[in-house]
């Protein structure tokens, strides 16, 4: 028998945790790690596990590493705090947790997101594979600021069980995390040692338009696929609008 350590990270996710953590059930421990919320999310947390911990923020790889050392088992599964564990997905866990895993060491999981009241099928967002149930003894999460990944020892397997994503209650909180996520994107640019070209900031919004709306099928899912892909592109066109400023603009 398999157990599982189900792992969350969050900050002031009140609206989102319950939901999360409901769906975690399942599992054999629940830890989520808090980066010091103002809001009740500490309090919601502890109705469905005593495993709560504070912790500062570090960044999105340090805190996702500090979460894996608390994990019991040798197992774990990463879940964010607007991300839901669809019931398909549960039962292929359990059923792995029941017959065994074998010589692999970590599966990707396809996530769905709901967005503008549907679920996204097109424009890249789908079945966008993510590596969240692994061997804590042969992974660990490695990046930047931004778009961490789990490296893993080993065979990689996927899964079809999806993990349920509720990244944007609305377009204000889309560009807010937008604005957010493209600063850390330059900073990270900055420390590799990139510089914007004025094709940077001229074609590459373009081309990312192009690629999310038409190679990826955005025009499928009619206006709201307009929408990610013009979203696309102005992350595209402010990571490296920031990264300009950085060089221009003393501290």
């Given at each position: 028998m398999?157990?599982?350590?189900?792992?969350v990270?969050?900050?002031n996710e009140?609206?989102?945790?319950r939901?999360c953590l409901?769906?975690?059930s399942?599992?054999?421990?629940?830890?989520l790690?808090?980066a010091?919320?103002?809001?009740?999310t500490v309090?919601?947390a502890?109705?469905?596990?005593?495993r709560?911990y504070s912790q500062?923020w570090?960044?999105?790889?340090a805190?996702?590493?500090?979460?894996?050392?608390q994990?019991q088992?040798?197992?774990?599964?990463?879940l964010?705090a607007?991300?839901v564990?669809?019931?398909?997905l549960?039962e292929?866990?359990?059923a792995?947790?029941?017959k065994?895993?074998g010589?692999?060491r970590?599966?990707e999981?396809?996530?769905k997101?709901?967005?503008?009241g549907?679920w996204?099928n097109h424009?890249?967002?789908?079945p966008n594979?993510?590596?969240?149930?692994?061997?804590?003894?042969?992974?660990k999460w490695?990046?930047?600021?931004?778009?961490?990944?789990?490296?893993?020892q080993?065979?990689?397997e996927?899964?079809k069980?999806?993990?349920l994503h509720?990244?944007y209650p609305?377009?204000?909180?889309?560009l807010q995390r937008?604005?957010n996520?493209?600063?850390?994107?330059?900073?990270?640019l900055?420390?590799q040692?990139?510089?914007?070209?004025?094709w940077?900031?001229?074609?590459r919004?373009?081309?990312?338009?192009?690629k999310?709306f038409?190679?990826?099928f955005?025009?499928?899912e009619?206006m709201?696929g307009?929408i990610?892909?013009?979203f696309?592109a102005?992350?595209?066109?402010?990571?490296y609008?920031k990264?300009f400023?950085k060089?221009?603009?003393?501290r």
């Amino acid at each position: 028998m398999v157990k599982v350590s189900a792992l969350v990270i969050a900050h002031n996710e009140e609206k989102n945790i319950r939901r999360c953590l409901e769906s975690l059930s399942w599992a054999d421990e629940v830890i989520l790690v808090d980066a010091e919320s103002q809001d009740g999310t500490v309090q919601t947390a502890k109705e469905y596990t005593q495993r709560v911990y504070s912790q500062p923020w570090g960044g999105f790889v340090a805190q996702r590493n500090w979460a894996l050392q608390q994990a019991q088992h040798q197992w774990v599964l990463f879940l964010d705090a607007d991300e839901v564990i669809s019931p398909r997905l549960r039962e292929e866990i359990e059923a792995l947790k029941t017959k065994g895993i074998g010589e692999c060491r970590g599966f990707e999981i396809p996530r769905k997101s709901f967005y503008l009241g549907g679920w996204v099928n097109h424009c890249g967002w789908y079945p966008n594979y993510q590596l969240r149930l692994f061997d804590r003894k042969e992974g660990k999460w490695e990046g930047g600021m931004i778009h961490e990944k789990v490296k893993v020892q080993g065979r990689v397997e996927r899964l079809k069980g999806e993990i349920l994503h509720y990244p944007y209650p609305d377009l204000s909180s889309h560009l807010q995390r937008l604005d957010n996520y493209s600063t850390l994107k330059a900073e990270d640019l900055y420390h590799q040692g990139k510089r914007p070209h004025f094709w940077d900031l001229l074609f590459r919004p373009f081309f990312k338009f192009l690629k999310m709306f038409f190679l990826r099928f955005g025009f499928l899912e009619g206006m709201r696929g307009l929408i990610i892909s013009c979203f696309g592109a102005y992350y595209s066109f402010l990571g490296y609008a920031k990264l300009f400023e950085k060089g221009r603009v003393p501290r």
